[in-house]
Protein backbone atom coordinates (compact mmCIF):
# COMPACT_ATOMS: atom_id res chain seq x y z
CA UNK A 1 0.00 0.00 0.00
CA UNK A 2 3.06 2.67 0.64
CA UNK A 3 4.46 1.63 -2.52
CA UNK A 4 0.69 2.93 -4.54
CA UNK A 5 0.69 6.29 -1.84
CA UNK A 6 4.55 7.03 -3.10
CA UNK A 7 4.03 5.76 -6.86
CA UNK A 8 1.02 8.56 -6.78
CA UNK A 9 2.50 11.16 -4.94
CA UNK A 10 5.67 11.17 -7.22
CA UNK A 11 3.64 11.05 -10.04
CA UNK A 12 2.05 14.03 -9.08
CA UNK A 13 4.61 16.27 -7.74
CA UNK A 14 6.28 14.95 -11.41
CA UNK A 15 2.89 16.17 -13.27
CA UNK A 16 3.94 19.56 -11.35
CA UNK A 17 7.81 19.62 -12.47
CA UNK A 18 6.01 19.50 -16.02
CA UNK A 19 3.61 22.08 -15.38
CA UNK A 20 6.01 24.56 -14.57
CA UNK A 21 8.59 23.76 -17.19
CA UNK A 22 5.31 24.13 -19.62
CA UNK A 23 3.99 27.20 -17.97
CA UNK A 24 7.60 28.78 -18.04
CA UNK A 25 7.83 28.33 -21.42
CA UNK A 26 3.63 29.16 -21.91
CA UNK A 27 5.05 32.50 -20.14
CA UNK A 28 8.07 32.99 -22.34
CA UNK A 29 6.41 32.31 -25.88
CA UNK A 30 3.71 34.61 -25.16
CA UNK A 31 1.19 31.36 -26.05
CA UNK A 32 -2.15 29.82 -24.51
CA UNK A 33 -2.69 26.63 -23.30
CA UNK A 34 -4.28 25.33 -26.12
CA UNK A 35 -1.29 26.61 -28.71
CA UNK A 36 1.36 24.86 -26.51
CA UNK A 37 0.01 21.66 -25.83
CA UNK A 38 -1.06 21.46 -29.80
CA UNK A 39 2.85 21.86 -30.45
CA UNK A 40 3.85 18.77 -27.99
CA UNK A 41 4.75 14.97 -29.86
CA UNK A 42 3.47 13.19 -26.48
CA UNK A 43 0.85 14.90 -24.78
CA UNK A 44 1.22 15.51 -21.17
CA UNK A 45 -0.31 13.70 -18.27
CA UNK A 46 -4.07 14.84 -17.52
CA UNK A 47 -3.24 16.52 -14.26
CA UNK A 48 -0.35 18.84 -15.92
CA UNK A 49 -3.18 19.61 -17.95
CA UNK A 50 -5.28 20.03 -15.83
CA UNK A 51 -2.87 22.78 -13.52
CA UNK A 52 -1.93 24.41 -17.14
CA UNK A 53 -5.97 24.79 -17.82
CA UNK A 54 -6.43 25.75 -14.39
CA UNK A 55 -3.35 28.64 -13.82
CA UNK A 56 -4.55 30.07 -17.37
CA UNK A 57 -8.47 30.04 -16.28
CA UNK A 58 -7.76 31.89 -12.48
CA UNK A 59 -4.80 33.95 -14.17
CA UNK A 60 -6.78 37.39 -13.47
CA UNK A 61 -7.56 36.69 -10.18
CA UNK A 62 -4.41 34.83 -9.31
CA UNK A 63 -2.16 37.97 -10.28
CA UNK A 64 -4.76 39.86 -8.19
CA UNK A 65 -4.64 37.94 -4.98
CA UNK A 66 -0.08 38.07 -5.11
CA UNK A 67 0.18 41.66 -5.81
CA UNK A 68 -2.24 41.84 -2.87
CA UNK A 69 -0.17 39.75 -1.07
CA UNK A 70 3.06 40.75 -2.00
CA UNK A 71 4.14 44.18 -0.26
CA UNK A 72 6.58 46.29 -2.24
CA UNK A 73 6.55 43.68 -5.11
CA UNK A 74 4.70 44.86 -8.23
CA UNK A 75 4.01 41.52 -10.62
CA UNK A 76 6.57 43.10 -13.41
CA UNK A 77 9.38 42.91 -11.01
CA UNK A 78 9.11 39.42 -9.89
CA UNK A 79 10.94 36.75 -11.33
CA UNK A 80 8.96 35.03 -14.31
CA UNK A 81 10.01 31.61 -12.52
CA UNK A 82 8.57 32.80 -9.54
CA UNK A 83 5.67 34.43 -10.73
CA UNK A 84 5.08 31.00 -12.83
CA UNK A 85 4.80 28.91 -9.41
CA UNK A 86 3.03 31.36 -7.84
CA UNK A 87 0.07 31.20 -10.68
CA UNK A 88 0.38 27.75 -10.56
CA UNK A 89 -0.31 27.14 -6.97
CA UNK A 90 -2.95 30.47 -6.98
CA UNK A 91 -5.04 28.32 -9.61
CA UNK A 92 -4.83 25.30 -7.52
CA UNK A 93 -5.43 26.55 -4.28
CA UNK A 94 -8.75 28.14 -5.84
CA UNK A 95 -9.64 25.23 -7.16
CA UNK A 96 -9.42 23.82 -3.45
CA UNK A 97 -8.80 19.95 -4.86
CA UNK A 98 -5.94 19.50 -3.06
CA UNK A 99 -4.91 20.66 0.89
CA UNK A 100 -3.39 23.88 0.94
CA UNK A 101 -0.93 23.13 3.16
CA UNK A 102 0.13 20.20 0.59
CA UNK A 103 0.38 23.33 -2.52
CA UNK A 104 2.19 25.10 -0.62
CA UNK A 105 5.14 22.61 0.23
CA UNK A 106 5.06 21.06 -3.34
CA UNK A 107 5.54 24.72 -4.44
CA UNK A 108 8.27 25.86 -2.27
CA UNK A 109 9.87 22.40 -3.37
CA UNK A 110 9.50 23.18 -7.01
CA UNK A 111 10.48 26.61 -6.59
CA UNK A 112 13.91 25.98 -4.69
CA UNK A 113 14.56 23.37 -7.93
CA UNK A 114 13.67 26.14 -10.18
CA UNK A 115 14.73 29.46 -8.64
CA UNK A 116 16.90 30.37 -5.66
CA UNK A 117 16.59 29.50 -1.88
CA UNK A 118 15.78 33.37 -1.35
CA UNK A 119 12.86 32.88 -3.83
CA UNK A 120 11.50 29.48 -2.16
CA UNK A 121 11.02 31.56 1.05
CA UNK A 122 9.28 34.36 -1.04
CA UNK A 123 7.17 32.30 -2.57
CA UNK A 124 6.45 30.67 1.04
CA UNK A 125 5.14 33.64 2.38
CA UNK A 126 2.98 34.71 -0.59
CA UNK A 127 1.31 31.08 -0.70
CA UNK A 128 1.00 31.45 3.12
CA UNK A 129 -1.20 34.88 2.64
CA UNK A 130 -3.17 33.86 0.16
CA UNK A 131 -4.00 30.46 1.48
CA UNK A 132 -5.20 32.15 5.03
CA UNK A 133 -7.67 34.78 2.83
CA UNK A 134 -9.14 31.51 0.98
CA UNK A 135 -9.73 30.08 4.51
CA UNK A 136 -13.38 29.49 4.50
CA UNK A 137 -15.42 31.61 7.30
CA UNK A 138 -18.60 29.31 8.71
CA UNK A 139 -21.48 30.32 7.41
CA UNK A 140 -22.48 31.32 11.18
CA UNK A 141 -19.58 33.47 11.53
CA UNK A 142 -20.18 35.56 8.46
CA UNK A 143 -22.14 38.59 9.12
Known amino acids: MKAQVRGE ?5 AARENAVELAYEQEMRGLDVEQLLAERVLPPDDLTVALLTDSQTHRAEADRRIDEASDHWDLHRMPV ?3 TVLRLAVAELLEAKTPPGVVIAETVYLTGLFSTEESSR ?6 GAIS ?4 TTP ?3 EE
Not at 122 to 127: A, R, S
Not at 132 to 135: A, G
Open 9 to 13: IGSRR
Open 81 to 83: MDL
Open 122 to 127: FVNGIL
Open 132 to 135: RTLS
Open 139 to 141: PDE
